[in-house]
């Protein structure tokens, strides 16, 4: 059963997901939910979020761990990396190096998913320097009409079906509404696909070398696709709307 469900997923469709950042649904919680972490020195700031898309697969898919890396590009398209996101279990439940066996989201196959959740930025501080010091963003911002372009790898600890442990990591490209802080994936690469439940810190750490080492950004900010920010979105976000849908 388990070699089945591997079979039938290596070749998953990620799916083109929508992550809304809404500390004004919770504010108690984003302003209070502050943690340390002390695998990476820093402090985790809890923010609430709500995250949909369709799931493509045919497959069930049960999420136990997720850990996001961002990034944001130089003028020369290389990646900086300005934080990182990781679920609440690895933050407040267990250590990153442990492996989180409590189910953080059951995707139904072929159908639309949403949920609404608290997800954890690291550095939030350092984040939000890394971008407003970057004079790139700017620049950005204006030709984007709002709307920037942001890398992100990221690894996920995965259940098929119920049956087989994965591990998958991948590459995004985001759209980011800098007003409303509506997220859109726009395509995301498969980087990997691993049988079991690799060390979450080892498979980001490797992962984030592979970005900021083998990685360029285009003239648009993204690294999978070839769309983008440019002649493309006016004023009204026109392209971000249509491009990005949900299915």
Request: glycine share 8%; aromatic share 10%.
């Amino acid at each position: 059963m388990a070699g089945t469900a591997v079979n039938q997923i290596l070749k998953p469709r990620l799916p083109a997901y929508r992550l809304d950042i809404r500390p004004w649904d919770d504010p108690w919680t984003a302003l209070r939910e502050h943690v340390w972490v002390k695998e990476t020195g820093s402090m985790a700031s809890g923010i609430p979020a709500a995250v949909s898309f369709f799931n493509d697969n045919y497959l069930n898919l049960d999420v136990h761990a997720l850990w996001f890396d961002l990034f944001y590009m130089d003028w020369d398209g290389r990646l900086e990396r300005i934080g990182d996101l990781r679920d609440r279990q690895q933050i407040v439940v267990t250590k990153s190096t442990n492996l989180t066996k409590q189910v953080l989201w059951s995707i139904p196959g072929r159908s639309e998913f949403a949920i609404k959740d608290t997800l954890y930025i690291g550095s939030l501080w350092s984040c939000a320097v890394g971008m407003l010091t970057n004079p790139r963003f700017y620049w950005s911002l204006w030709k984007g009409g709002g709307h920037i372009a942001m890398p992100t790898t990221g690894v996920a600890h995965m259940r098929a079906n119920g049956q087989a442990k994965l591990t998958v990591a991948f590459v995004c490209d985001n759209i980011v509404n800098a007003w409303t802080l509506r997220v859109r994936g726009v395509d995301c690469a498969l980087r990997e696909l691993s049988p079991g439940w690799t060390n979450m810190t080892t498979a980001t750490d490797q992962l984030r070398i592979y970005a900021q080492t083998q990685l360029t950004a285009n003239t648009s900010g993204h690294v999978v696709s070839s769309n983008g920010l440019d002649g493309n979105v006016d004023s009204s976000g026109t392209w971000y709307e249509e491009h990005i849908a949900l299915k």
